[in-house]
């Protein structure tokens, strides 16, 4: 079975600050990596994805985060944020090779940016 | 292009009743999973519908039934509402077996309070 671990359930942080959003994952098979935002009262929206490739990926608006296999982690980090960064944060995975695609995630981070 | 819709928006029931929610997949993609987020929590895997079956099933009561129509939209049904079924119900939908079903899109979720 796979589990998502988001380390920390709060962050709080300063506006222009940099910040470190962590998790890590459990699986006996190979996995894709995900981090989703939510707005208060929207949906999920797709930040970024590691599915092959660089282990360093990149979102247009500043994220970035780097799959680590021997630490099983996917830590999302942002060299400067702004207030319209906060939100809830959520890594997810999913099998790789046959599969539905369902997704696992963890329990959420909540990112609040402090003017 | 239409992302994914879903109906109502919110929505308030009784214990014991029936509820039917509704999703509209993005343009193009013939897959739709279902999600519950409890308050504060990460979003739970219900199911998934791929050509009209139920593909893959999370661990959630036969109280929870779906439905997916020719035009791949879909219905979640829940019987005998418990007050535990308060949550907001994502749907999200994929292009299943003919691109990288892995990348989900969601839609803005249908707020459930059961009374």
């Known amino acids: 079975a796979q589990s998502v671990t988001q380390l920390d359930s709060q962050v709080p942080v300063f506006e222009e600050a940099p910040v470190e959003l962590r998790c890590n994952y459990s699986?006996?098979?190979?996995?894709?990596l995900f981090w989703y935002v939510q707005y208060p009262n929207q949906g999920l929206q797709l930040l970024l994805k590691y599915l092959s490739g660089s282990t360093l990926v990149k979102s247009i608006n500043g994220f970035e985060a780097e799959f680590n296999k021997s630490q099983t982690s996917f830590h999302l980090r942002k060299p400067s944020v702004h207030i319209s960064d906060t939100a809830e944060y959520f890594c997810?995975?999913?099998?790789?090779?046959?599969?539905?695609?369902?997704?696992?995630f963890g329990q959420g981070t909540t990112l609040q940016v402090k003017p | 292009d239409a992302g994914v819709t879903q109906s109502p928006t919110h929505l308030i029931k009784t214990r014991g009743q029936q509820v039917t929610l509704r999703c509209s997949p993005k343009s193009g993609h013939d897959t739709v999973s279902w999600y519950q987020q409890a308050l504060g929590q990460g979003p739970q895997f219900i199911f998934q519908?791929?050509?009209?079956?139920?593909?893959q099933r999370g661990n959630f009561p036969d109280r929870f039934s779906g439905h997916q129509f020719p035009n791949y939209s879909s219905e979640l049904n829940v019987n005998a509402l418990l007050l535990g079924d308060s949550a907001l119900y994502l749907c999200?939908?994929?292009?299943?077996?003919?691109?990288?079903?892995?990348?989900?899109?969601f839609g803005a979720g249908t707020r459930l309070s059961v009374l």
């Open positions: 519908y791929y050509e009209e079956e139920e593909r």
């Open positions: 699986s006996s098979v190979s996995v894709y």
């Open positions: 997810a995975v999913s099998l790789r090779g046959q599969g539905t695609g369902k997704l696992i």
């Open positions: 999200a939908s994929s292009l299943g077996d003919r691109g990288p079903k892995n990348i989900q899109y």
